[in-house]
């Protein structure tokens, strides 16, 4: 049978400031984004006539194969009404799926920034992750820092937690082998947006990806509030035993 072992490692990663120019121009962010379908979000009226001219949202976004949206994860956002219209738009983006793919474990998970002002909507691409503290206001400028296991009040006890499995000529492969995966646990507990960051052979890691999607925790707390978290896992598969 072969055996598992779990080196856990933590990563917080923060996001630039943005730079928010007199005008909204999106062309460079679309771009850098490689988008081939674009929706902007609305800043609806509503939010507008209770007197919030200004706001932000921060995403995460899971993406397929195809270039097709799977998750808007919501790292901050200043108003419920705006967190709405911005995963709503984004639900509907395409990615450009590009001539030459980049190796497994080079993959970037498009984190967005979004931008309401008087003047329009503007966004803000990163291609790392992030999380905004929930204790402060977020604003345009502010950093974005998550948390990793290590720093929540305890480390989320698993409740779902299938490891990876390899049969014929894959279960050869693992023997050896790593993987590691980099992924944000919400607030419910349920893994998302989770990548591989390096693997040893793209089977494995896909492999190992697609039991780290279903995982589930309790949910991550920071200073007795329930938060989002972000977390690395390096899987060390070893020789079956005889």
Known sequence: MTTLRLLLCCAGIALLPAVLADEPANDTSVAKLRLDIFVLPEFPDYVRASGNHKGVVTVAIGRDAEGRVTDVLVLDSTHPRLTQTTTNAVRQWKFKIPANPAPVGHEVVPIVRFLFTSKGIAIVSALTGSLASK????????????????????????????????????????????????????????????????????????????????????????????????????????????
């Open 135 to 242: 204790d402060r206001d977020v604003n345009e400028n502010a950093p974005v820092i998550l948390p990793s296991f290590a720093d929540l009040d305890s480390p989320p006890v698993p409740i779902n937690h299938p490891m990876p499995r390899f049969t014929g000529r894959l279960a050869e492969a693992a023997q050896g082998g790593t993987v590691t995966v980099k992924f944000f646990l919400d607030e419910t507990g349920k893994v998302r947006v989770p990548i591989i960051l390096e693997c040893s052979a793209p089977e494995l890691g896909l492999a190992t990806l697609a039991a780290v999607e279903q995982w589930t925790f309790t949910p991550p707390r920071a200073a007795g509030h329930e938060t989002i978290a972000l977390e690395t896992q390096t899987f060390a598969f070893g020789s079956p035993k005889l």
